[in-house]
């Protein structure tokens, strides 16, 4: 089992990083958090086949975290292999009708069946043979709409991806027992917001995504200087990198 991160940045595209998208891969399944342009592009470069893909999870609707479902519907309806069904999770049911209807403005195919269409509320979400979904609701949305941090259980592994948070870091999910891996946006709190919460949390690896542009480059190093204290491995995650879970 393996986490790709397929693009790492924030609101921008950043010269070295691309909007956010994030893939779980087990054995012959995958399952992408957020779908930022260019996730399908970035799939691609990863080697990892479209077919593969059995859900999107999406945080909330910011085009930053959605603007490469597009494309990817495409990809997804290129060559469609016997079997193939993704599930695609959108934060506000509001969105999946005017979607659907830029699918077919752009004339990409949009049968049911070969991608199904969810709106993600509060608690268990999906399942299947490889994996549980639990959607935790945060505050991210300034006029109230909502977001949510995904925790997957697999395999015995517990993961955390919160999607983006609100300034104050409250919204981190708390009192979600042991997680073996965190995928954690680094952009909307000051880092020293987050230390009283980080410094409670019982994290195996700490992977930080979603940079602000004060992170990147020779910011990096600063950005993680301020997590130096926590007792656990904490990462800063680069475009097509990928973690063994
Ligand atoms: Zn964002
Ligand atoms: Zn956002």
Known sequence: MRIITLGTSHGNHTPGRFATSTLLEIGESCYMIDAGEPASGQMFRAGVPFKNLRAVFLTHMHDDHTSGLTALAKALHKYPTDGQHTDFYFAEEAAIAPFR??????????????VQYHTTHEGAVYKDENISVTAI????????????????????KRMLFTGDLSPDFSDFPQ???HLDVCVCEGTHYRP??????????DIGKLIFNHLHELWIGDGEDVFLQ????LPYLVLAAHDLESFSV
């Not at 209807?101 to 752009?106: K, S, Y």
């Not at 505050?139 to 395999?155: C, K, N, T, V, W």
């Not at 020293?192 to 949390?201: D, G, R, V, Y």
């Not at 301020?226 to 204290?229: G, I, R, T």
């Open 226 to 229: 301020n997590f130096v204290s």
């Open 175 to 177: 009192n979600v027992g």
């Open 101 to 114: 209807a830029w699918l077919g403005a752009v004339h990409v195919k949009n049968e049911e069946g070969l």
């Open 192 to 201: 020293e917001f987050s230390m009283p919460i980080l410094q409670k949390a």
């Open 137 to 156: 609701p945060t505050r991210h949305m300034s006029g109230g709409e909502p977001s949510f941090a995904y925790l997957i259980e697999a395999d015995g």
